[in-house]
Nanobody, 126 residues
Framework: VQLQASGGGLVQAGGSLRLSCAAS????????MGWFRQAPGKEREFVAA????????YYADSMKGRFTISRDNAKNMVYLQMNSLKPEDTAVYYC????????????????????WGQGTQVTVSS
C-alpha cells in the first residue's frame, strides 16, 4: 500500500481543514487506516483510526468531538475532517495503513502500522 496525504495548509484558529489520503494497492479496502501527527520537537502522536469497513472509529481523547475520520473504499481514500482548530493542532499529519489482522481497530501506536504516507503540514494561527 502506498499512501499520499494532502489537504494541509494555513488556517486561523477556529477554522476547519479536511485532509485526504489517497491509497494505492489491492489490500486497501481491508486495511485499518490511521492518522498521526508530529509537531516540531515532539514525538509523533495518534490522532484517529478507522476500521476496514468504516464502521469502527477510534480517536485520541484530545481530538474527540473536533476531528472525524472517514473512508471511501470505492475511491481508496481516507479523510480527516478537522474542525475548531487550535494553534496546538499545528503539526505534520501522516496517514498510515495496517494490514488486516481481524477486526482490531484501536491501533494507536505507530509501530502497529505497516505503511506510511509522506505527511502534510497543518498550521493553525492564533
Amino acid at each position: 500500500v502506498q499512501l499520499q496525504a494532502s489537504g494541509g495548509g494555513l488556517v486561523q484558529a477556529g477554522g476547519s481543514l479536511r485532509l485526504s489520503c489517497a491509497a494505492s494497492g489491492r489490500t486497501f479496502s481491508s486495511s485499518l487506516m490511521g492518522w498521526f501527527r508530529q509537531a516540531p520537537g515532539k514525538e509523533r502522536e495518534f490522532v484517529a483510526a478507522i476500521g476496514w469497513s468504516g464502521g469502527s472509529t477510534y480517536y485520541a481523547d484530545s481530538m474527540k468531538g473536533r476531528f472525524t475520520i472517514s473512508r471511501d473504499n470505492a475511491k481508496n481514500m481516507v479523510y480527516l475532517q478537522m474542525n475548531s482548530l487550535k494553534p496546538e493542532d499545528t503539526a505534520v499529519y501522516y496517514c498510515a495503513a495496517r494490514n488486516y489482522r481481524g477486526g482490531y481497530y484501536r491501533a494507536k501506536n505507530d509501530y502497529e502500522y505497516d505503511y506510511w504516507g509522506q505527511g502534510t503540514q497543518v498550521t493553525v494561527s492564533s
